[in-house]
């Protein structure tokens, strides 16, 4: 069974369909997907068809894994730009929620965060990071109601965040400053991406104890004097070797993890990621596999923590009934109890 507490960003590509056996063979329940806009649309309403092609197979094949999809979006289009300049300039709105509707309608994600790392490819404002934030929600639940829409707010290379630590304000877009533009009304979880891309190795560890679980529980405070309570789903999470070695990235993997899940908010990680070429200098060091697509130790670590961190089962729903020999039984919260008890009113079903 794939446990849906974790997940896995795979990278879009050659091989997928090796890499995603491997992804399953992890016991993920979660693969991401993450559509470069400007790449998927060339102008209004004009779709890359080879590269919506590559798209549609990494899909089916997660879908026949059995794999549950979390999305996000960036990267504006030249025509869809609310001024000149790169990439990074917020889209026109109505531009922006064609590609949204067109996505989910096609894909059907299960997750959807309607910008992905606003702090290093949004170059707008606060209002109209927002504006992106309430259209991405409104569109997508919309077109699927019940699909979950997450606000990405920061922690990313957590060594350079010292200074910014109080009132944990550490993102572009300040929680506070968006809670007062009305972001409350859009968004079901907060999400958070964790690295540290830097040396020496005890440097790394130390920073991740001591600066991860104090942000966190800064967010939770925040969100509790707003009378609120938001789970947070860190949806990207790794280290790069090198510099420091495949044995220490294996082992800050176990541990970060491990410590992320004892904080009760906590309820989804996903790590970055399964494989990149050695070659690529940004992403091959996270690589959990070599080019060869053997696993590296961080690999076989993390396959470790989603054995260790079997999904929450709930006491509560009522999941089936079912025939044992002549007896119905019902299974409640994984707990099996006979027909007669239930005739006996001793279950209050």
């Known amino acids: 069974m794939l446990n849906r507490r974790f997940g896995l960003v795979v990278g879009q590509g050659p091989l997928q369909t090796q890499k995603l056996r491997l992804a399953k063979e992890l016991g993920v329940g979660w693969v991401h997907l993450d559509p470069v806009w400007f790449e998927f649309e060339t102008s209004s309403g004009v779709y890359d068809e080879s590269k919506l092609a590559q798209l ?38 109505i531009d922006y929620a064609n590609f949204v509707s067109f996505l989910i309608d096609r894909y059907k994600p299960e997750a959807f965060e309607p910008w992905n790392e606003p702090w290093y490819d949004f170059d707008g404002s606060n209002e109209e990071y927002f504006g992106v934030v309430r259209t991405g929600y409104e569109t997508a639940k919309a077109v699927k109601p019940d699909i979950k829409v997450g606000l990405q707010y920061g922690l990313s290379q957590v060594s350079n965040i010292y200074e910014f630590l109080q009132p944990c304000q550490i993102s572009k877009f300040p929680l506070d400053v968006l809670y007062a533009l009305g972001v409350s009304n859009y968004y079901d979880y907060l999400s958070c991406h964790i690295y540290h891309q830097g040396d020496p190795a005890e440097k790394v560890g130390a920073d991740l104890w ?127 109890l006979s027909q007669e008890l239930k005739k006996m009113g001793a279950i209050p079903l």
Not at 58 to 75: C, D, I, M, S
Not at 84 to 93: A, F, I
Not at 237 to 251: L, V
Not at 297 to 322: C, F, G, H, N
């Open 210 to 336: 001591n600066i991860t679980d104090p942000f966190i529980a800064c967010i939770e405070s925040f969100l509790a004097n707003k009378g609120e309570s938001r789970d947070i789903w860190i949806t990207e999470i790794g280290w790069k070797s090198p510099p420091i070695t495949e044995e220490q990235q294996a082992d800050f993997m176990y541990r970060g993890v491990k410590m992320l899940l004892e904080l009760p908010y906590i309820k989804y990680i996903q790590a970055y990621r399964l494989q990149a070429l050695s070659s690529n200098p940004l992403d091959g060091p996270f690589s959990m596999l070599y080019d060869d697509l053997t696993p590296k130790p961080v690999y076989t670590t993390y396959k470790q923590i989603v054995a260790e961190y079997p999904t929450p089962i709930s006491p509560i729903i009522l999941l089936t009934e079912l025939t044992l020999g002549a007896t119905p039984i019902l299974f409640v919260g994984g707990a099996i």
């Open 56 to 93: 549609d197979e990494y899909v089916r094949l997660a879908r026949e894994h059995g794999f549950k999809l979390q999305a996000t979006l960036n990267q504006t289009p030249e025509f869809a730009r609310v001024r000149p300049g790169d990439k990074t300039v917020p889209p026109n709105l």
